[in-house]
T-cell receptor, first 112, second 115 residues
Framework: QKEVEQNSGPLSVPEGAIASLNCTYS??????FFWYRQYSGKSPELIMF????GDKEDGRFTAQLNKASQYVSLLIRDSQPSDSATYLC????????????FGGGTRVLVKP | DGGITQSPKYLFRKEGQNVTLSCEQN?????MYWYRQDPGQGLRLIYY???????QKGDIAEGYSVSREKKESFPLTVTSAQKNPTAFYLC??????????????FGAGSRLTVL
């Protein structure tokens, strides 16, 4: 079982709709959860991170964390063609040297 | 502007050769990391360093070596022992945020191709 799992996609979303991405993790000791966006051939860019159960909003993005069910999700509202990218979920476990473990990423395609 | 500089951006290597990828940061971050990314896949941790003169193996350290002689620099050597080195290599650094979250900042990456 992979430590961090994501559906590889592609997730096809009409422009203006909500894109919903999910990520599950296996280590219950995980403490911080990150979403990165990666355009093709480029390096990942941080969208946001969350470490408390519940929702955290930043502009058009909302991260949702449920530690009991061991999942974290990302919602992208009013999706734009420029949101077409691969979205990487990453999990941090402080006791494991504070390193981040990444999922395989979900490819999102926003169609005009 | 502060950031992470990786060089070279593209590198071609013949089988049996060692190559060294450079990573320099001026963010005054304590921790530095090397990840490898294969096509269509996520990032896998090769090595990381939390302080100068100390580093730890990640999940796929075999065939790689690193050094951390200066806070700003964390070069990665891909040795001939690495059987499948063709990949996109990403260097990152981090400074813990006030919340305790370990936020990584990435360099632009180095794409290594073995001929």
């Amino acid at each position: 079982q992979k430590e961090v799992e994501q559906n590889s996609g592609p997730l096809s979303v009409p422009e203006g709709a909500i894109a919903s991405l999910n990520c599950t993790y296996s280590d219950r000791g995980s403490q911080s959860f990150f979403w990165y966006r990666q355009y093709s051939g480029k390096s990942p860019e941080l969208i946001m991170f969350i470490y408390s159960n519940g929702d955290k909003e930043d502009g058009r993005f909302t991260a949702q964390l449920n530690k009991a069910s061991q999942y974290v999700s990302l919602l992208i509202r009013d999706s734009q063609p420029s949101d077409s990218a691969t979205y990487l979920c990453a999990v941090n476990h402080k006791a494991a040297g504070n390193k981040l473990t990444f999922g395989g990423g979900t490819r999102v395609l926003v169609k005009p | 502007d502060g950031g992470i500089t990786q060089s070279p951006k593209y590198l071609f290597r013949k089988e049996g050769q060692n190559v060294t990828l450079s990573c320099e940061q001026n963010l005054n971050h304590d921790a530095m990391y090397w990840y490898r990314q294969d096509p269509g896949q996520g990032l896998r941790l090769i090595y990381y360093s939390q302080i100068v003169n100390d580093f730890q193996k990640g999940d796929i350290a075999e065939g790689y070596s690193v050094s951390r002689e200066k806070k700003e620099s964390f070069p990665l050597t891909v040795t001939s022992a690495q059987k499948n080195p063709t990949a996109f290599y990403l260097c990152a650094s981090s400074q813990h945020s006030g919340s305790g979250a370990n936020v990584l900042t990435f360099g632009a990456g180095s794409r290594l191709t073995v001929l």
